[in-house]
C-alpha cells in the first residue's frame, strides 16, 4: 500500500510504500518505477501487486555523498525495489480503514488522502507551475513538485525551514485561530471549548501536513503553552521543549536522527535561551523599531543555534539568513492566511480568477527577492565541518550563556579556553579534511567516469560518455566538487596529453605511476599483439560488448572494475570471465564507488 506521494525522480518515480502480509504490515519499502507514466497517477492509499526483488538501502560511495540509507532508515524505510514497466498491477484503493493497517498508519493514510483532496482544490481553482508547488508546500507540507532550481534558492538564501512546515507555520495559523474563536471568548468555559478546539484543529492540520517532526514538535510545544494558559501557567520553556522532545522520541525513537527534528529543537532553544537577553539591550526599547529588531533578534537566536549543525550535515552557511527570514515571513504568513480562502474558492468556484492572481503575486514576489538575495556577494559560503568542530561550537555557546553562574574571572578562563580549543579543533579540522591527490571511479549510472585529483586546482575527468557529463555529474558537482575543489576538473573525452596525464583511446596513464582503461566500446576487439601491457585497472562500463579473455591477450591488469552502469547479463558475464581468468574484480553494485590514492 502507498504510504506517500508518488514523487516524480526525473527518470523514475518514487514513492514509499507499506508492504500488506496476511496479518499487519511488515515493513515499509521503497519503490521506484522505471519507464513507466501511469505511476505518475497512483495516489496515497492504492493498493498493488508488484515483481522486484527487495534489496536493503546502500549509498553510492561517492565522496561527499548524501547518507540516502540513513536518511531512508530514519523514515523507517528498511528496503527499496526497482519496478519496471508492466510489472506491477493496482489490486484495491483505501477505503477509509483497513484492519491490516496499524491505528496510527490508518490515521496518516485517511489524512493524506484528504490532502490530496485539498490540492485537487487548489488545481480546481486554477493554480498551475511554481505557485501551485510553492503553495502546496507553504500550506500543505507537499513540497514534491518544487524544482531543484527553486530549492537551491531557498537553501543557497538560508531559509529551507519556509519550505518545511514547522513552528513558523504553525504561529501563523494559531494567530488566526485565535483572532477567530479564542479573542470573543471571556467566560471560563467558553474558554476551555474555544482552546480544545484550537488543539483540535493545530493536530488536525499536522495529520494533514504528514506529521513532520518539525510541526509535531511546534504543535506539542503549542499545547502545553493552551494547556498553562487554560490553567493559568506558563507553558513556554525550556522545560516544556524538553518534554515535547521526550513524548515524540517515546513515539518514535528514529526521530532523534531526524535533520529536521533535530533543527527545530535547536532553534526554539536558541530562541529560549538567547532572545530574553536580547529584548534587554537598550535599542530593543525603542518603540518605533522595536517590531523591527525584535524580528532580527528572534531570526538570530534561533540561528545561532541552527549553523553548527547545518554547517556540519549541509556544508553551507548562509550569512544573510536572517535578512531572508525577515523579508519572506510577512509574505509567507499572508499566504497561509490565503489557504482557507483557496479552499473555499476551489469549492465554491467563486472569486477564482482573483484569488489566484493574488496568490501567484505573492509567490512571485517571494521567489523574486530571494533569487535577487541569493545574487549578493557571499550569499553561499561552503564550509567542511567535522563532528567535533560542531559539537566544540555547541558548548562554546554554552559558556557564553553560562556567565550568570561563574564569577566574572572564572567566566573569562572558561570563554578563553573555549575559544581557543575551537580554534585549534578548526586548523585540525581543516587540514584532515584538505584534498589529497588520488582517482575515483564515480557509482554514476548516467555518467560512468573517472576522476584523477592531484589538488583542489588540478584535476582530471574521464567520462565513458562525454555528453552526459553536464546533467550526470550535476549532483557530484554540487557536493564532492562545490566542497572540495577550487576549480572545476578537465574533461578529457578523447586523445589527450601534458604533463600530468596521457589519454589515447581509452588508455591513461598518470604521473604518479598509475593507469587504467575505459572500456566502453569494442574498439579494442580487433587489436592483436604479442606483449601483453601491464594495467592498473580495467574500467568495464555500459556499451562493451567484447570478452575479457581476448583483452588478456593485450592487457595484464591488477583490477577490474565493473561499472554500475553494466547491465545484469553483462556484469554476470563479465564476473564469470573475471573468476575464469584469475583476475580481481571490482563490483561497484555491491561495494559502491572506488577511491584509490595517487602516490
Known amino acids: 500500500m502507498l504510504a506517500d506521494v508518488p514523487e516524480d525522480a526525473g527518470r523514475s518515480v ?18 521506484y518505477f522505471y519507464g513507466d507514466s501511469m505511476a505518475k497517477h497512483l495516489q496515497v492509499g492504492d493498493e498493488l501487486l508488484f515483481e522486484g526483488i527487495i534489496s536493503r538501502p546502500r549509498n553510492r560511495g561517492n565522496p561527499e555523498e548524501f547518507d540516502f540509507a540513513a536518511h531512508l532508515a530514519v523514515k523507517g524505510i528498511s528496503g527499496s ?13 483505501y477505503d477509509g480503514w483497513d484492519d491490516r493497517l496499524p491505528f496510527m498508519s490508518n490515521l496518516l493514510v485517511g489524512a493524506l488522502r484528504g490532502r490530496e483532496h485539498l490540492l485537487d482544490l487548489y488545481r480546481k481553482a486554477g493554480l498551475r507551475g511554481e505557485p501551485m508547488a510553492l503553495f502546496s508546500a507553504l500550506t500543505l507540507g507537499e513540497d ?9 534558492v531557498y537553501a543557497g538564501v538560508g531559509v529551507t525551514h519556509v519550505l518545511a512546515l514547522s513552528g513558523m507555520h504553525l504561529t501563523y495559523l494559531v494567530a488566526m485561530l485565535h483572532f477567530v474563536l479564542l479573542r470573543y471568548c471571556r467566560q471560563r468555559v467558553m474558554r476551555w471549548v474555544g482552546g480544545i478546539l484550537v488543539l483540535g484543529m493545530i493536530w488536525g492540520y499536522t495529520f494533514l501536513a504528514g506529521i513532520p517532526p518539525s510541526l509535531v514538535r511546534a504543535a506539542v510545544t503549542y499545547s502545553f503553552m493552551q494547556a498553562g494558559a487554560l490553567l493559568g501557567r506558563s507553558g513556554f520553556s525550556i522545560n516544556s521543549l524538553a518534554v515535547s522532545a521526550l513524548l515524540m522520541l517515546c513515539l518514535n525513537p528514529l526521530w532523534l536522527y531526524d535533520v529536521g527534528f ?25 518603540r518605533r523599531w522595536a517590531w523591527l529588531f525584535d524580528s532580527l533578534a528572534v531570526s538570530l537566536a534561533a540561528s545561532a543555534f541552527t549553523v553548527p549543525l547545518v554547517a556540519c550535515c549541509f556544508g553551507t552557511f548562509a550569512p544573510y539568513s536572517a535578512l531572508g527570514t525577515l523579508l519572506v515571513s510577512p509574505i509567507s504568513a499572508v499566504l497561509v492566511y490565503c489557504m482557507p480562502v483557496m479552499w473555499l474558492v476551489g469549492w465554491t468556484g467563486i472569486g477564482t480568477t482573483v ?7 505573492l509567490v512571485l514576489l517571494q521567489n523574486g527577492c530571494l533569487r535577487w538575495m541569493a545574487d549578493w556577494p557571499f550569499a553561499v559560503m561552503n564550509t567542511d565541518w567535522s563532528p567535533l568542530l560542531m559539537a566544540s561550537c555547541y558548548v562554546g555557546l554554552a559558556v557564553c550563556l553560562s556567565a550568570s553562574y561563574f564569577s566574572r574571572a572564572t567566566w573569562l578562563k572558561l570563554l578563553f579556553s573555549t575559544t581557543l580549543w575551537i580554534v585549534c579543533v578548526g586548523i585540525a579540522d581543516a587540514w584532515s579534511k584538505r584534498t589529497r591527490s588520488g582517482v575515483v571511479f564515480y557509482y554514476n549510472t548516467r555518467c560512468p567516469a573517472v576522476h584523477v585529483i592531484y589538488s583542489s586546482s588540478a584535476s582530471y575527468l574521464f567520462p565513458a560518455l562525454p555528453d552526459s557529463v553536464q546533467g550526470g555529474m550535476a549532483y557530484i558537482a554540487d557536493s564532492f566538487w562545490r566542497r572540495k575543489l577550487s576549480a572545476p576538473p578537465v574533461v578529457v573525452s578523447g586523445n589527450y596529453r601534458d604533463a600530468r596525464v596521457s589519454a589515447t583511446n581509452g588508455l591513461v596513464e598518470c604521473a604518479g605511476g598509475m593507469s587504467f582503461l575505459v572500456l566502453c566500446d569494442d574498439r579494442w576487439e580487433r587489436l592483436k599483439s604479442n606483449v601483453r601491457a601491464d594495467v592498473d585497472y580495467l574500467y568495464v562500463c555500459r556499451g562493451f560488448k567484447g570478452s575479457l579473455p581476448h583483452l588478456a591477450r593485450l592487457f595484464h591488469p591488477r583490477h577490474v572494475v565493473l561499472d554500475a552502469s553494466l547491465w545484469k547479463s553483462d556484469r554476470e558475464r563479465c564476473l564469470q570471465e573475471c573468476r575464469d581468468l584469475g583476475w580481481n574484480c571490482y563490483d561497484m553494485r555491491q561495494e559502491g564507488a572506488l577511491k584509490v590514492a595517487l602516490n
Open 14 to 31: 518514487r514513492v514509499a510504500a507499506m508492504v500488506l502480509g496476511e496479518g499487519r504490515t511488515s515493513g515499509r519499502i521503497q519503490l
Open 81 to 93: 525495489a526497482s519496478v519496471p514497466e508492466g510489472k506491477w498491477r493496482k489490486t484495491d484503493e
Open 144 to 152: 514534491s513538485a518544487l524544482s531543484p532550481e527553486l530549492e537551491d
Open 262 to 286: 533535530q533543527l527545530s529543537f535547536l532553534a526554539m532553544a536558541g530562541i529560549l535561551l538567547i532572545y530574553p537577553r536580547c529584548s534587554e539591550l537598550p535599542f530593543m526599547q525603542n
Open 355 to 361: 484569488c489566484v492572481k493574488g496568490v501567484e503575486w
